[in-house]
């Protein structure tokens, strides 16, 4: 069964991934093997399809497969010529600010905000919805990453 512990290091995680990718964007074949590495470990792709609606997509804004969740964080894919690489902003630093979670055995249902500070410390608000799955290795891996910024009155 998952628990909130885990949820909480697997957020601690993502986020270090995200400002790792950032730091290592001067050298791009460094940042995408770190890349892949990252979506392996944090996504459930080699087990299939995992549901990833990133928050700067609108052309292709389903990502359901290793390619796409690559070239979202780390762009340099033509087939998805509006991604110029989130994850390369650089980000000094991920927060996450759960809202819910429900635990149903080996899924977890996470729903909150999450802040991504930029090098001038500026804080980018985002909403989210992640599930999480612990698998037989007892690792726990995103099936479901949705994000979206905030309604704009």
Known sequence: MIDIKEINLAQKDWGDGI?????????????????????????????????FKPTKASDFQFRNDLKGALSYFIGSDNNYIEDKGF???PW?????????????????????NYYFTDLDGDKTKVEYTFSYKKNNDSNIKIILHHSSLPYNK
């Open 87 to 89: 994850a390369l902003n």
């Open 19 to 51: 400002v790792k990718i950032g730091l290592l964007k001067s050298t791009f074949k460094e940042s995408r093997i770190f890349t892949l590495n990252f979506i392996n470990e944090m996504y459930d792709f080699e087990k299939g399809s995992v549901q």
């Open 92 to 112: 000094t630093k991920v927060e996450f600010e759960n809202n819910s979670i429900n635990i149903y055995e080996n899924i977890a249902l996470v729903m909150g």
